[in-house]
Structures are given as C-alpha cells and as structure tokens.
C-alpha cells in the first residue's frame, strides 16, 4: 500500500477563501472536472468493484463534466452579470442538477447524490460550518441511495470526510480537514473489501471522490493536495473480471441506467423491485426526477419497471462482455505487390452522405466523418451534385441523408444511378438539418448495414423540427396573415406561430414542441441572428423542463435563421 497522507498546516492564511461563493463553486466544479480528467485512465485502471469493467474514472469524469457544463449555463445565462448574478444557492443547485442527469456508473451516480445532499445544506449558508453539514448530509444521502451500502467504497470514503470535519470551523479549515479524513480512509479500503486487496488496488469511486476533494483544497486554499501515489496492484489497462463481477463471473451480465420521472411513492415500489431482479442498485434524485441504476440478467424487465414506475428516458444497457475494445484488423488491399497506391485504395465499408445547409453546419458534419453538401438558399443540389457527393465518398455502401422534403425525388434519382454503379444506398427519407443530425449521432460503421440504417432511421424519425425564417411579403398561411418582416414559426412544415420578435418567436415554438415531450433539444442558428438568442433558450428550457438538455451548433452563413430539433 502506499504511504498514510501527511496532514495539512491547518493555519489560514489571508489569502484563502472563507466562504464558499457561487464564483468559488464555479472554480470548484471546473477544477474537479479538470481533475478527474488527469485522472480518469488511472482510475479506470484500479476499477475492480462493483464490476471490472475498467470505466470508473471515465464515469466519475462525464458525471463532473456534466455537473461543470450546468454551472457554467448559470453563469453564462443572459441577465447572470447583472443584479440577478448567481449565488452560492444558484451555483451548487445547478451543479447538483446538471450530475444527475450527466450521472454514469455506479459512482458517478453516487457522486451526482452526494451533491445533491451538499446543496440543500449549502443553500442555507456558505461558510465552513455549513460545509461540514453539507459533507454530512451529503454521506447520509448517498448512503441510503445505496440499495446494500459495502464497507472500503466510496461511501466509506465520504463518510469518512464528513467525519474528518465534523467540529466545523473555517471553510479552508474544514476543506482541509475532510480531505485529511478521505484519504485516510481511502488508504484502508483494500483491507475492508476483499476483492480489493486481492487486486491490490484502493477503491476506484473512492479515489475519485478525493479527487473531488482535492479539488475543492485548491480551489479555497490555493494549494493543491499532495498527488496520491498509484496502487501498487495498478495495471496499464481496463482491468480484468473478478470472480462474481461481470463477464466471466456470477454476477448480472448488463448495466441499466435511466432517468426517471416519477413520485416518490412509485420510486419506492421500484427500488424494491429492481432489487429483486439484480444488484448494485442506485437510485439517487428527489422532486419528480431520479436516476437510476442497476446491474441485471435481465434488462428488459428492468426497463419495464421504470415504465409502471413513471416516465424513464435516456436509457442506457451496456452488456459487460462488450465493454472490451475490439481488435481493429489491418485493412487488405488484395492488390498484387508493385500495385500504384492510388490503384490498390478500395472503397471504404460505408459512408454518410448529407445535404446541409449553412458552412459551419456542413463543417461540424464534415469533422463527424460525413461527406456533404451544401445547399445554398435558393439553389438546392441537383441529382448530378448528389450523385458525385456519393461517388466523392468512395465507399461501398451509403447512407444518404437529404435533409429537405423538397429534395426526395432528386435524392431518389441520384440513389438509383449509384446503385447501378455497383454502390449499395440507403436514403433515409429526413425532412430537415436536424433529423439529419440525429441520424448521423446513431451512425455506427461497426453494425450490419442494414442495422445501422434501422437505427438511423429510428433516431430521425422521433426528431421533430421546426425552423424560424422571416417573411418577405404579406401572404397566407395556416396561422393566419402575416406581414412582410414578420418572424414565421413552421413546426413540420407548416407555419404555427406568427410573431415580430424572432427570440420571442423561438420561445413560442419550443413550448408548443415541448408540450408533446422531448429529451433533447437541438438549436441550429444562423448567422446574423440577435446576440445570445441561444443563450437565452437554453435557459428558457432549462427553467421550463425539468429533464430535457439542449444542444446548440452554429450554422453559419447561408442557413435559416434558427433551426430546432426535439428529440
């Protein structure tokens, strides 16, 4: 094992921080993701428990990102510079908020609890005595979110830092002083939990979590905790199954998680229903929205109590067998030696192929590995430009994604003449830059092509979309007359809304989207539209819509004012 931690010069220095501000929340979520960033591979490396499935630091880091991600929305918001600028109340609420819907694995999930537990306490106050409430309240909760909490986890190590700090006093004091007690306990947990000291390795959730804490040290102290050295039993690599863990082992063979919405009393039901059907049960959240996580044989039924529990989404089943990288053979040209390069290229496995509109839209689906083409307003692209943007991908099978209901019969055309060529084509029928998005973010090479084409489809098809554009002369429409200047709002393809504010506009069509349900919001703007009208409706989701995230990318020049996508 490596050495016990040298305790901190507890004496404060003028320069540390007492309380703990909305501006000393944000250093600390940004410090903590940074942290578990370095950290990630080496963590992932100690992951022997629950599952040795080698992505514990990778889950700890996506769940803090999360967490930095919704801390930052909070102060970046329109309005967050003025009298209505974030408070310590505002600033760990979001944190809190943005790891339970981020929340991964087992530990990210308990993470996203713990501060969860930290930010009700907090909101009453800011100072080192309310810390050390917080980090209590914080170990009590993520504690009872456990279904069978073990001893040697990162539940031990949380326990463990509030117990360091429980006398209160100074915020760097205190900060210091549940540091000192994480990493003390963290040093123990090989001999609490058997399958660690097998490994010889400490608790990888635990490790993170004195990741966090570290973090939190700098951010009020201005130092940085000595770095913890490594496990001795560390391995360069995701590590193997333990006996009873995963693949190879007795344990349940997948992980399911998913956000639920739902009332407590439901939730209580489930928590003992899911427990029947595997373990590693976590189910953290309160006020309607949870998120859940279990380890089961049997994911589909897992699913399913979620579904007579309330309302779950963004679900998640990784199988444990599949979290393995797969060897990638070395390409065959099967061409004989002396062959010119440029003769022996074969066509690649598949290609996507899409129509968008706008520069910076073209060039973000360009960096995701798509072909494209650009339409121009006015000056849709032709079968023949189509037809070469197929040829341009050189693969043997595409998948072409048209992105305009005006463009069917062309995209049809151009499919044709390809797959007389020899070149098999799939066209997924999207309507709009969104649905095309969508598809592209499912698009995985590795399936069959016609899974992948399935899956694709899928995903375009559950985005609904909407595009704002202004009118350039008085004419009639589905929602009534409008004037030339007008900000028209076209919901599928029709006009819905009729306004004269295009922000104002934009709200009014994501209400009327969201009314029928959504998870994920996807803004396109163009150039030359009001300065932060993303800005604000993100924060117009956010405030409005308990689980749904958005997404904005930036269109450029050429391109509507504002595209949505509600998935």
Not at 92 to 112: C, D, E, F, Q, Y
Not at 159 to 170: E, K, L, N, V
Not at 291 to 313: F, S, T
Not at 392 to 412: G, I, M, S, W
């Amino acid at each position: 094992m490596s050495r016990a931690p040298q305790p901190f010069d507890h004496t404060v220095r003028s320069d540390e921080r007492l309380l703990l501000d909305a501006g000393t929340v944000r250093a600390w979520s940004a410090r903590t993701a940074e942290a578990l960033g370095r950290e990630r591979a080496a963590i992932d490396a100690i992951n022997v428990y629950p599952v040795a499935d080698g992505d514990t630091g990778t889950n700890l880091y996506l769940t803090a990102d999360a967490a930095h991600r919704a801390v930052e929305a909070v102060f970046t918001a329109p309005g967050a510079a003025g009298t209505s600028a974030p408070d310590t109340t505002d600033a760990v609420r979001a944190m809190a908020h943005g790891a339970l819907l981020g929340a991964r694995g087992n530990s990210g999930t308990i993470l996203s609890q713990l501060l969860r537990g930290m930010a009700a306490v907090l909101a009453e106050g800011a100072d080192g005595d309310h810390l050390a409430r917080a980090l209590a309240a914080a170990a009590a909760s993520a504690r009872a979110a456990v279904a069978h909490p073990e001893e040697g986890t990162i539940l031990t190590v949380a326990a463990a830092a509030a117990a360091g700090c429980a006398d209160g006093g100074t915020l760097p004091d205190v900060v210091r002083r549940a540091y000192d007690g994480a990493r003390t306990a963290l040093e123990a947990t090989p001999g609490q939990l058997a399958v660690l000291g097998r490994a010889g390795v400490v608790d990888a959730g635990g490790q993170g979590l004195v990741a966090v804490l570290g973090a939190l040290v700098e951010t009020v102290t201005g130092r940085a905790p000595e770095a913890l050295p490594p496990s001795p039993g560390v391995r360069p690599g995701p590590a193997g199954p333990e006996e009873g863990c995963g693949p190879g082992g007795d344990g349940p063979g997948y992980e399911v998680l998913y956000l639920l919405e739902a009332e407590e009393a439901a939730v209580d039901l489930l928590r003992a229903r899911l427990d029947a059907l595997g373990d590693s049960l976590v189910v953290v959240g309160g006020d309607g929205l949870w998120n859940v996580h279990v380890h089961v044989d049997d994911a589909g039924a897992a699913v399913e109590a979620g579904i007579e529990a309330g309302r779950p989404h963004r679900i998640r089943i990784t199988h444990f067998a599949s979290t393995a990288p797969a060897a990638v053979p070395a390409p065959a040209t099967g061409a004989p030696a002396g062959t010119p390069a440029h003769a022996r290229e074969e066509r690649a496995p598949r290609a996507v192929v899409a129509v968008l509109p706008g520069e910076g839209l073209a060039g973000l689906c360009a960096e995701a590995g798509a072909t494209t083409v650009q339409a121009r307003p006015g000056e849709p692209p032709a079968g023949d430009e189509l037809l070469a943007a197929v040829r341009r991908a050189h693969a043997r099978e595409v998948v072409l994604l048209p992105n305009d209901t005006d463009l069917r019969a062309a995209a049809a055309a151009a499919a044709e003449r390809a797959r007389a060529e020899g070149i098999r084509v799939a066209l997924i029928p999207t309507r709009a830059a969104v649905q095309g998005i969508a598809a592209l973010a499912v698009h995985e090479p590795e399936r069959s092509f016609d899974e992948d084409v399935v899956a694709m489809t899928a995903a375009a098809g559950a985005t609904r979309y909407a595009e704002l554009a202004v009118a350039e002369r008085q004419s009639f429409t589905s929602a009534g007359v409008c004037q030339a200047g007008d900000v028209l709002g076209l919901i599928e393809g029709d006009v819905a809304v009729i306004g004269e504010d295009l922000t104002d506009t934009a709200r009014t069509v994501l209400d009327r989207m969201l009314q029928a349900g959504g998870e994920l919001v996807t803004l396109v703007v163009a150039d030359g539209t009001p300065p932060g009208l993303a800005d604000t409706l993100e924060a117009h989701v956010r405030r409005g819509y308990l689980a749904v995230d958005t997404v904005t990318y930036h269109a450029g020049a050429g391109a509507p004012p504002l595209l949505i996508g509600v998935e």
